[in-house]
């Protein structure tokens, strides 16, 4: 069986460890996904696993004959060819096949007429036969025959068209460049796949289309994604790599592994603050008796005790964080109107029209996630309804109250507008944050991994993915009650987008968003915006689905286009297309009045989530009372005196039973959620 494996691995930068006698057996047929913290050293142990890099000790073995095929994060450029040339040089093995074919046709031939006696001929013939029979073999087996055809579906499958079939690689920018390379590999079709984010730069679609291969593969992968959903519908077992060794969960889903290690986290915290305990007893015990020559020998022990300990430490990116956006400003019930809304891109042959009479209606509350494959029109409507591209035609009227927020990839550039890019991440935020959020600074730092020393470093020497996890944030501080969201999720890991879901779910104002992830939008749109590119440079068609991301889905599966088209794809430009006009009210249906009871259930929902929070910081504030009045009636000077003893006792009475009523209360509101 094709393998590769390494034994007692370990790799340093600096004086830090990023692997420590790591072992590892892989084999083709397991299908593996690779998680850890930002910084962990995921990508250097992929490297490793390629034989990209060399450890400073440890052995790498690979099984004799065993294809291995690693796609990095970024950086491959191609160039010089065209996409379609490109992409088949994947099988550029089979050219050396046919050489080799043909080289002992010739040989053949020059046996045959070399006039040696019959017996000879006969067995040399027969030897070089069988040789470039097993040849013929391994060529049919490469798929070399089919070469062009699984080009076509593996180009298109990933987003291309068949007019890019023909361009030159230079021409794609750095996100096609990686989707041309990720074509590559899996053309390639290796023992082992290394695939090293994929999903970075492929939409719903290409996302999904993977997932499809992945399950049909019948090699051996391991895949580093940060997202969930990808990774549950394609891996059956989890390598987590913290502080340098690399642990395996096998048989279970990423989702599996998170329940999994949630529990051991538990047990975890139990023994890092028992651990904690004995530690401030130790040192105690060392600052009060240091100079004592009677204690010194104790001492010198509990020093050296300290010194053995095995420290415990908590995963940064499995601490649990939760904040809060401001109150959202009170606003009216329509929130955002745009009426036919089209735009040109200009161009040689007349300007190409992306969006053509687009109507759209936002009302309070509502999450809206807009849908379509790439080259639809998601970015450029957002960015006309932000007011950030004003070079349109139609109209957008935001309504009373209305305070926007635009986030884009393009944030980043926009970071030091009016601020010192001298100062540094903690500083910035401590000058904008409100107060109320100030002491839960350095948690929200770390949930957009800004880990420890990283909150000092000075905005300016930021890398772009920093900087735009740094503008997310700094949107999120602000009082606003439409927040307008181009790919939110980018540059955040599992733990991060968990973070800024719970936070939108939580926020009472409205959002518009586009988002390549289908476990986000799942799990926060409550509308779904569907744009789809038009035919033969005609505008995007829009088709309006009230409710969840489920139920838009559900709906195209039950009802298939005449076309036979996949969400997304071109539509036939005769269907309804459901644009919702503010001046055209349609008639009401069961599917409408479903919506706005689904609204009236989900306005319901939100209520208890917000009771609930109320009740949870409620119930904090009185275990802390009760904990600090316990430490009080501790100290001698309070129950040395009965009277200031029996105060504070009361007032533990007073505020456990006001915890007792709290307790019921978000149980009751619990079970409702349920």
């Known amino acids: 069986m094709a393998f590769v494996q390494f034994s007692k691995v370990s790799l340093s930068f600096g004086d830090r460890d990023i692997l420590k006698d790591v ?32 450890p400073d000790s440890g052995v790498r073995a690979v099984e004799k004959g065993t294809r291995v095929s690693y796609l990095p994060q970024s950086g491959i450029v191609h160039s010089g060819k065209t996409l379609m040339e490109e992409a088949l040089s994947a099988f550029s093995p089979g050219f050396v096949l046919l050489e080799k074919i043909e080289r002992l046709g010739g040989e053949i031939a020059e046996v045959s007429t070399a006039g040696l ?21 391994e060529l049919e087996e490469s798929r070399w025959f089919q070469r062009e055809a699984l080009t076509r579906q593996t180009l298109t499958g990933l987003g ?5 079939f023909l361009r030159l690689t230079g021409e794609f920018s750095g996100g096609w460049q990686m989707r041309i390379a990720l074509a590559k590999i899996l053309l390639e079709k290796p023992d082992i796949l290394l695939l090293d984010e994929p999903t970075n730069y492929l939409d719903l679609e290409a996302r999904q289309w993977l997932e499809d291969w992945l399950s049909d593969f019948s090699g051996g992968f391991i895949v580093v994604s940060h997202d969930r959903f990808f990774l549950d519908n394609t891996v059956n077992e989890i390598y987590e790599l913290f502080d340098g060794k690399l642990n395996r969960y096998p048989s279970c889903t990423y989702s599996g592994y998170e329940k999994r290690r949630e529990e051991e986290l538990k047990l975890l915290i139990k023994r890092y603050k028992e651990q904690q305990d004995e530690i401030a007893k130790q040192e105690i015990f060392i600052r009060r008796f240091r100079y ?48 036919k809304i089209t735009k040109v891109y200009a161009g040689s042959s007349g300007g190409k029209c992306v969006l053509k009479d687009v109507d759209f209606v936002l009302e309070k509350g509502e999450k809206v996630v807009v849908v379509g494959r790439n080259g639809a029109g998601k970015s450029t409507l957002l960015r006309i309804l ?34 010192s890019t001298d100062k540094s991440i903690i500083d910035m935020l401590e000058d904008e944050a409100p107060s109320s959020v100030i002491p839960r600074l350095r948690d929200m730092l770390g949930a ?23 503008a997310l944030l700094r949107l999120l501080f602000k009082p606003l009650n439409l927040l307008i969201l181009d790919e939110p999720t980018n540059h955040l890991d599992i733990h991060a987008k968990d973070v800024l879901l719970d936070t939108l779910r939580r926020f009472d104002g409205s959002v518009i968003f586009v988002s390549h992830d289908r476990g986000f939008i799942e799990g926060l749109a409550t509308r779904v915006l569907e744009l789809t590119a038009g035919e033969n440079g005609q505008p995007s068609v829009v088709r309006n689905f009230p409710g969840s991301y489920g139920d838009y889905l559900y709906r195209l599966n039950s ?87 029996r105060e504070i006792q009361l007032e533990i009475e007073k505020s456990r039973n006001l915890l007792g009523e709290l307790t019921s209360n978000w149980e009751k509101i619990s079970e409702k959620l349920l």
């Open 559 to 645: 009802s298939p286009r005449n076309d036979g088209s996949c969400p997304g794809r071109p539509a036939s430009r005769t269907e309804d297309s459901s644009q919702t006009s503010p001046k055209e009210n349609p008639p009401a249906s069961p599917a409408s009045s479903s919506y706005f009871e689904e609204k009236k259930q989900k306005a319901a929902q939100r209520k208890l989530e917000r009771e609930e929070q109320r009740l949870l910081s409620l119930i904090e504030e009185q275990e802390k009372r009760i904990s600090f009045l316990e430490e009080q009636l501790n100290q001698p000077s309070v129950y040395s005196d009965r009277e200031k003893s």
């Open 117 to 137: 006696s019959e017996e000879n001929t006969g067995k040399r013939i027969e030897k070089l036969s069988e040789e470039r029979e097993r040849l013929q073999q």
């Open 160 to 164: 291309f068209v068949p007019e890019d």
């Open 386 to 419: 932000s007011g950030a591209d004003e070079d349109f035609s139609g109209t957008v009227t935001n309504g009373a109250g209305v305070c926007a927020g635009y986030f884009s990839q393009d944030s980043a550039e926009a970071l030091s507008d009016g601020i």
């Open 292 to 339: 004592k020559g009677t204690k010194a020998a104790a001492v010198q022990s509990r020093i050296k005790q300290l010194e053995k300990m095995e420290r415990i430490e908590i995963p940064e990116s499995l601490k649990k964080v939760h904040f809060s956006f401001p109150p959202a400003p009170h606003c009216g019930r329509i929130v955002l109107t745009a009426e």
């Open 23 to 54: 072992s590892l057996n892989f084999a083709s047929g397991m299908k593996a996904a690779l998680t850890g913290a930002n910084g962990s050293g995921k990508s250097t142990l992929m490297k490793i696993l390629a034989g990209v890099i060399q």
């Open 448 to 470: 957009f991994l800004f880990r420890g020393d990283d909150v000092f470093k000075a905005v300016s020497v930021l890398s772009g993915g920093e900087r735009n996890r740094l």
